[in-house]
């Protein structure tokens, strides 16, 4: 079955590391993604990964994936005061791109 | 940039009236979907679109029914409203692979 787990919140200081945490059941995703929502606004897609990569790093933003442990973490380095949104991790398992989404996890920046 | 618009950011309406959420975008993707938000229960599948004049039921379809007459287009009609579909309506489109991109959102009340 599919089902994708997040904790609920994370606090952090502002320019210290954020890392947001993530697990999925369905071994057949192929695609891994990492959204952004801040207040009152719709989804923004921040980066995703492919099921066969370990890493992706894109500016600030690094994506772990542990198949074996069916993890997927986002870190956020150097993090500020814009970062405070929630983010939803979501595994893409169906024909036609059809996602399942986390709970999302708050994130709120401190100054 | 991918470009979803949603009719409206904001929308009161009155129990059992009928009501039309639309959602176009422009950049010429297959895949169509329709979320609600509601606090504690994260995002929640409604409806999808493969192509024009299909549809499949989501998660939680009953109260709701779509229209796709068009590619860009995809209509959330609600038949008659009721409180209890008071939330945050969330459209998105994708092509194979490249992840959903989302509206604004449509905050959706119902007295």
């Known amino acids: 079955g599919e089902d994708v787990e997040q904790s609920l919140f994370l606090s952090v200081r502002e320019g210290d590391s954020s890392v947001i945490n993530c697990t999925y059941t369905?071994?057949?995703?192929?695609?891994l993604y990492w959204y952004k929502q801040e207040p009152g606004a719709g989804l923004q897609l921040l980066t995703y990964?492919?099921?066969?990569?370990d890493m992706k790093q894109d500016q600030r933003l690094t994506v772990l994936l542990n198949k074996k442990d069916k993890h997927l973490s986002l870190r956020i380095a150097d993090t500020q005061t814009g970062d405070s949104a929630i983010y939803f991790c979501?595994?893409?398992?169906?024909?036609?791109?059809?996602?399942?989404f986390g709970g999302g996890t708050r994130v709120l920046v401190k100054p | 940039d991918v470009k979803v618009t949603q009719s409206s950011r904001y929308l009161v309406k009155r129990t059992g009236e009928k009501v039309f959420l639309e959602c176009v975008q422009d950049m010429d993707h297959e895949n169509m979907f329709w979320y609600r938000q509601d606090p504690g229960l994260g995002l929640r599948l409604i409806y999808f679109?493969?192509?024009?004049?299909?549809?499949e039921k989501g998660d939680i379809p009953e109260g709701y029914s779509v229209s796709r007459e068009k590619k860009e287009r995809f209509s959330l009609i609600l038949e008659s409203a009721s409180t209890n579909q008071t939330s945050m309506y969330l459209c998105?489109?994708?092509?194979?692979?490249?992840?959903?991109?989302f509206g604004p959102g449509t905050r959706l009340t119902v007295l």
């Open positions: 369905d071994s057949s995703s192929t695609y």
């Open positions: 679109s493969y192509d024009v004049k299909m549809k």
């Open positions: 998105a489109s994708s092509a194979q692979g490249l992840g959903q991109f």
């Open positions: 979501a595994e893409n398992v169906a024909a036609g791109n059809k996602l399942t």
């Open positions: 990964i492919f099921s066969n990569m």
